[in-house]
Nanobody, 121 residues
């Protein structure tokens, strides 16, 4: 089994910063990609930032220049540094991983439980 455990959400004022962490654990053979999605009330879940093996990154246009994704390969952990937060960033943030599991063929997608980020104006 694989688990993704997130931490770092909370309440912050506009212009502030937060850092999210997501640690993957379990029978992981290799990680193809890890990243963050978010879902605001009444909206669809959307990609925020993603890091693909080889350190290629993708960012949503709305967060470019403000958010930075990074990864600790040795710890199977991905971080999201969020700066210059604004109320539109308020959402539940979900960690996502696409990885290969020991003893099984193919790649599988996993989600964390979500962490709330609230930005007050």
């Amino acid at each position: 089994q694989v688990q993704l455990v997130e931490s770092g959400g909370g309440l912050v004022q506009a212009g502030g910063s937060l850092r999210l962490s997501c640690a993957a654990s379990g029978s992981i053979f290799s990680i193809n990609a890890m990243g963050w999605y978010r879902q605001a009330p009444g909206k669809q879940r959307e990609l925020v930032a993603r890091m693909i093996s080889g350190d290629s990154t993708n960012y949503a246009d709305s967060v470019k220049g403000r958010f930075t994704i990074s990864r600790d390969n040795a710890e199977n952990t991905v971080y999201l540094q969020m700066n210059s937060l604004n109320p539109e960033d308020t959402a539940v943030y979900y960690c996502n991983a696409i990885l290969r599991v020991v003893g099984r063929s193919g790649s599988y997608q996993y989600w964390g439980q979500g962490t709330q980020v609230t930005v007050s104006s």
